[in-house]
Nanobody
C-alpha cells in the first residue's frame, strides 16, 4: 500500500510560479512511476507529467516548457515545478503512483494510488 500526500498549492497571479510536492510512503518508492494529473471544474481529469524509475519523463503538450517533474528518492518525494502559470492551469492537482514500468504512461486508469489533491488557482 502506498500513501501519497500533496502540498504546495495556492493562489498565484498569471506568470507566477508554484512548486508542488508529493510525499510517498513505502520502501520501494524509487521503483514506482510517479505522475501528476489535474482536474478542472467541468472538465475530465487530465494528465500533466510523469517520471519513471529511470528518470524518463513525459509531459502534456499544454505544459511543456513550463512545468518540470522531478523526484528525490532519498526523500520519497516527487515535485512539480510550475512556471509561467496561466489561468487555464487552475485545477486540483493530484499525485499518482503506478508500477515499475519501463515506459511512461498517461492514462489515469493505469495508476494505482492517488493523493487527496491540492488546489492551484491562477488569477488573471
Amino acid at each position: 500500500q502506498v500513501q501519497l500526500v500533496e502540498s504546495g498549492g495556492g493562489l498565484v497571479q498569471t506568470g507566477g510560479s508554484l512548486r508542488l510536492s508529493c510525499a510517498a510512503s513505502g520502501r520501494t518508492f524509487g521503483t514506482y512511476a510517479m505522475a501528476w494529473f489535474r482536474h478542472a471544474p467541468g472538465k475530465e481529469r487530465e494528465f500533466v507529467a510523469t517520471i519513471i524509475w529511470s528518470g524518463m519523463m513525459t509531459y502534456a503538450d499544454s505544459v511543456k516548457g513550463r512545468f518540470t517533474i522531478s523526484r528525490d528518492n532519498a526523500k520519497n518525494t516527487v515535485y512539480l515545478q510550475m512556471n509561467s502559470l496561466k489561468p487555464e492551469d487552475t485545477a486540483v492537482y493530484y499525485c499518482a503512483a503506478g508500477q515499475p514500468w519501463d515506459t511512461t504512461r498517461y492514462r489515469n486508469s493505469e495508476y494505482n494510488y492517488w493523493g487527496q489533491g491540492t488546489q492551484v488557482t491562477v488569477s488573471s
